[in-house]
């Protein structure tokens, strides 16, 4: 291999690197918005499992 295909080598391996760091750095969002949108979905059933404890409790005392 000459010096050229060396550096083309390692022109295409440091792009590469980019390219690997830009998708993990966008994969580690979707995770961190996914935790997010869990924990608010999670927040939602809590809600409504308690007003349908309240609604439950409201039905008893009438």
């Known amino acids: ?3 050229n ?4 080598l390692k022109e295409r391996h440091d792009r ?4 690997y ?4 750095a966008e994969l580690d969002e979707i995770a961190k918005d996914e935790k ?7 927040e939602v059933i809590d809600k409504q499992k308690m007003s349908k404890i309240l609604n439950y409790i409201k039905n008893i005392k009438e």
């Open 1 to 3: 291999m000459g010096d």
């Open 5 to 8: 295909d060396l550096q083309k």
């Open 36 to 42: 997010e949108l869990e924990k608010h979905i999670n």
């Open 21 to 24: 760091l830009s998708l993990r």
């Open 16 to 19: 590469l690197q980019s390219l």
